[in-house]
């Protein structure tokens, strides 16, 4: 409970549906489903922001509340996670790191099967603005280059490890800010260069 | 002595032996009895008085014994030895003719109106206490030991199954004589219930509804279901759609108050129990519940009508049912009590369960309530989600 008590306003209405035993239970009414998962989304954003957090597995401590005795069900789990992605609050991350192609998608829930979650707990685009802020604080906006290891070490993106970055990455490409240069194996990241 | 006669030793139908002692000598009134052997086993049945010795076998018909003395003991008893006697008295012989020796054992002795008993061996007391008690009982003339006269041939057996049956038509007959007689108690039965439904009717009017004995109100209920007084057969109705029509108009005035008190709406199951709780005898089947069911909007001034869920649960559903009323009972409940089972819903409105869960369902659907599945059960709680002021505000 103490990590998501963060702003003292929204402090309330977490804490009234965090400890609400239908919020633990997938609601049947459509209208009420997706309401539930947006408070659902802003729970886990209020959390991870506190601690940097940009994984979320099935076992997330958040998904059970002692106080009132109630856990999220495998079902409902999958099904947050398919909201999650479909409304690109996330990614999945399973095994070796490398998100999975979006060409899946004829897969009935983007969530089934996924085990783990790389979540923006603030907005994708967000993280585009921040990784270009440190280009200019850098001076790299004008075609300058930077390793992976070394946008790691700034602290805006404390928590981030090498594959999230990637991620991020590959996605700004698409806003013609940098580009991404690959290390042999054409995975891996050696150095982006910033426009 | 001429009372007497011949026996073979067998019991009559219905006849038992109540007591038996040896060694009884028979005095014809004061005297002896003019046979070799005069001392013998008397056997008291249910129907005669039995006395045998070795060579004979007599008996006399317990009709015939007037009453029954204890010969009082003289002084000389006590010491010459003499047995203690029973005297018997016995109705004068009615025969026209004087008896052969062939029908009677003793045609030698002279007649008399009392013989007597005498034991030489004891067992007075309880043999004189017995047959006070038979001869109290009359039991020979209830049923008269008539000599079961034997039929022979084809033509005897053909009587005694032509007997039988009469018999039975008799015992039949005799059987619905009770049932009609029944039926004229149930009458009487009706109107005093009726009393009795309208003293608990105005006693529930007089006294306010909280001071209203709990007691009282569910002796009234249980009145008001006393049952149909002219059920609806299939036998009265040429078609069966007319049947069913009637049977429809039977259920509405039946089950109209019932399915109120049942908060508007009853399952098919329910109403199936009570239309033939009601019925008393003559039930009716499922599938006549069914047909009638179905008929109920064809059927005048009907106050029931027949709904089905999307379930597929067919109910029984009151005219003046108002799921809106109900929905806003349900809603305020919940709001009092921050959350709800159907079951806690069901016993504070006093609405079977399964009804208060469709409305508990459909205001779930109408984004009123959500719900709490766990292992503790179905929980309803009002719907935050929808109704908390937006997520983006705070």
Known sequence: MESIESGSQSKNWIEQFYNFPPLFTLQPNPSSRKRQFEVWTKLLQTHCSKSNQFIITRTEALFTNNEISRDLSEEFITELFSYLIDNDHGVPSKGGGSPKPKSKEEKHLSGQGVDSLIFWFIPRERWYERLYEYAKTNGLQKGGIATAFEILEDQAFTGMDERVLTILLNGMMSTRKCEVMLANDGITIDGVKFF | ?394
């Open chain 2, 1 to 394: 002595m001429d009372q007497w006669d011949y026996t073979s030793g067998m019991l009559l139908p219905g006849e038992t032996v109540a007591v038996v002692q040896s060694h009884v000598r028979v005095y014809n009134g004061d005297d002896k009895i003019q046979a070799k052997v005069d001392v013998g086993r008397a056997t008291l049945t249910t129907h005669r008085l039995l006395w045998e010795t070795g060579s004979l076998k007599t008996g006399l018909l317990l009709g015939k014994v007037q009453k029954l003395d204890k010969e009082s003991k003289g002084f000389t008893a006590v010491f010459s030895g003499r047995s203690p006697k029973i005297i018997v008295h016995v109705v004068p012989s009615q025969r026209q003719q004087p008896r052969t020796a062939d029908s009677c054992p003793f045609i030698k002795e002279k007649p008399t109106t009392f013989f007597k008993l005498g034991f030489t061996q004891g067992g007075l007391d309880e043999f004189i206490t017995k047959f006070a008690d038979i001869l109290r009982q009359k039991t020979w003339e209830k049923l008269p030991p008539a000599e079961h006269n034997r039929r022979l041939g084809i033509l005897g057996i053909e009587r005694d199954i032509d007997d039988e049956a009469t018999r039975t038509e008799q015992k039949i007959s005799e059987a619905f004589h009770d049932l009609k007689s029944l039926m004229e108690m149930a009458k009487p039965m009706v109107q005093l219930a009726k009393t009795i439904s309208d003293k608990a009717a105005k006693i529930a009017a007089r006294t306010s509804e909280d001071e209203e004995d709990a007691e009282t109100v569910r002796f009234r209920k249980q009145l008001l279901n006393l049952g149909i007084a002219d059920p609806v057969t299939k036998d009265s109705y040429s078609s069966r759609a007319e049947y069913h029509l009637h049977l429809a108009m039977e259920i509405c005035d039946t089950l109209d108050k019932v399915v109120l008190d049942a908060g508007g709406m009853m399952t098919l199951v329910e109403a199936y129990c009570r239309i033939n709780r009601a019925r008393g005898l003559l039930v009716i089947s499922p599938d006549d519940l069914m047909s009638a069911c179905e008929m109920l909007n064809k059927a005048p001034n009907a106050t029931l009508s027949l709904r089905e869920f999307d379930t597929e649960v067919k109910v029984l559903q009151h005219i003046s049912f108002d799921e809106d009323l109900q929905l806003t009972q349900v809603l305020s409940l919940v709001e009092e009590r921050g959350s709800i089972t159907p079951n806690e819903c069901a016993i504070t409105t006093g609405v079977p369960m399964f009804v208060v869960q469709q409305s508990l369902i459909r205001a779930e659907a109408l984004e009123k309530l959500c719900r709490d599945e766990s292992v503790e059960g179905l929980r309803f709680y009002p719907n935050l989600f929808l109704n908390s002021g937006s997520i983006e505000a705070s």
